[in-house]
């Protein structure tokens, strides 16, 4: 039986035309030059610096390439205010002046390459094709140093999350062990509760760990199947970890429905979970979550929302950081390993969908999760 092999020339042509490239020059005729030379790759144009910041955060710029001259904000400017944000992205500079000054500052705020004015154009093309290689290479050892990283501080969070159970539990055994405990009084019996549930928490602690061990060590990708929102909220809810600690605390849900998507039911599970458990957590004593699903003309959107503690204005950008918790009471001893809302946004991310939060102190929390209707069945 014959096989078609694939072309490798169409391939290479088919990578180029996924990346994206930002053309940041006041003249419109300079734009339109330099998009007709790189009409292998999607172009985006900006007239002015302060455009192109507000194009490049939106995401999916893979390459700037920026005059220097130009109002608002110029192209250094520009430069800094990129590298800033992030380090690994490629800028390449365009400019008519050969100024040893200005060539300075830019290599000072890591531009990656020069182009001179008048445009050479093959000099172009070569210029942001390089610079895509370049890009690679950067986020290649980016990540690999985030990966030595992530690995120091996740091994400092372990011992620590294990450490003041394990020692809870050992002078517990110790002081029995030496007759100082008689369980036949009621404070023993107390005590015995409060191991036993540190013993309970040791074992959700290694359960989190396994999974988190598993998102970390491989299979990323997604393993799609026909699911319905409608049924797997309840499960969330029915499943939530937070609750037996917080039974003042009810749930109301409100589900419209939605069309079945093909979804990773494990990963959206494991998002919406996250989310359930943590609007449990950030109640008080007594409180309320609500859970709605919705039906939008583009996608189906969950919101879960709490009259819990709120979480401060400043601490929001962060959540969705590695490692990062929010400790209401100040204690240093926030339970968990501080990864479920930054794995959750993956998930979602990796459905092409969103998941933003919005809160306010002493007032509550509402989280919201959106998920295209791209991800639907074909009819």
Do not use: W
């Amino acid at each position: 039986m014959l096989q078609l092999t694939p072309n490798p020339n169409q391939t290479l042509q088919q990578e180029i035309e996924k990346k994206t490239v930002l053309i940041v020059d006041d003249e419109a005729v300079i734009r339109d030059l330099c998009k007709r030379v790189l009409h292998d790759y999607d172009v985006v144009e900006a007239g002015d610096g302060a455009e192109a910041l507000d194009i490049f955060l939106r995401g999916g710029i893979d390459v700037i390439l920026t005059d220097v001259m130009m109002p608002l904000m110029d192209g250094i400017e520009l430069l800094k205010n990129l590298k800033e944000r992030e380090p690994t992205v490629v800028v390449i500079i365009m400019t008519g002046f050969a100024d040893k000054e200005l060539i300075l500052k830019a290599l000072k705020a890591d531009a990656d390459d020069f182009i001179t004015k008048p445009l050479n154009l093959l000099q172009l093309k070569s210029a942001v094709d390089k610079a895509l290689v370049k890009k690679a290479l950067k986020e290649e050892i980016a990540d690999l140093r985030n990966v030595d990283r992530f690995k120091t501080l996740f091994l400092s969070m372990i011992s620590h999350k294990f450490r003041t159970p394990i020692t809870s539990i050992s002078l517990f055994l110790q002081n029995l062990a030496s007759g100082v405990i008689d369980t036949r009084d009621e404070g023993a019996r107390e005590h015995i509760g409060l191991v036993y549930n540190e013993a309970c928490y040791l074992g959700n602690l290694v359960s989190e760990l396994l999974a988190f061990s598993s998102f970390m060590t491989g299979n990323s990708g997604l393993h799609l199947e026909p699911c319905d929102l409608k049924d797997l909220i309840p499960s969330a809810l029915a499943d939530c970890k937070e609750c037996p600690a917080k039974p003042g605390v009810a749930s109301h849900s409100d589900l419209e429905d939605v069309p079945e998507l093909m979804l990773d039911r494990e990963k959206i599970s494991f998002a919406l979970q996250q989310v359930i458990d943590n609007a449990v957590k950030f109640s008080r004593e007594t409180g309320l979550v609500c859970v709605t699903l919705r039906n939008l003309a583009d996608s189906c959107q969950i919101s879960v929302e709490d009259n819990g503690i709120g979480i401060p204005k400043e601490q929001l950008p962060k959540l969705f950081e590695k490692f990062y918790q929010v400790d209401a009471d100040r204690t240093g001893q926030v339970r968990g390993f501080g990864l479920g809302l930054f794995y959750a946004r993956e998930f979602v991310r990796m459905h092409g969908g969103s998941i933003s939060i919005e809160s306010e102190e002493n007032v509550g929390t509402r989280v919201l999760i959106s998920i295209p209707h791209t991800t639907s069945q074909s009819p």
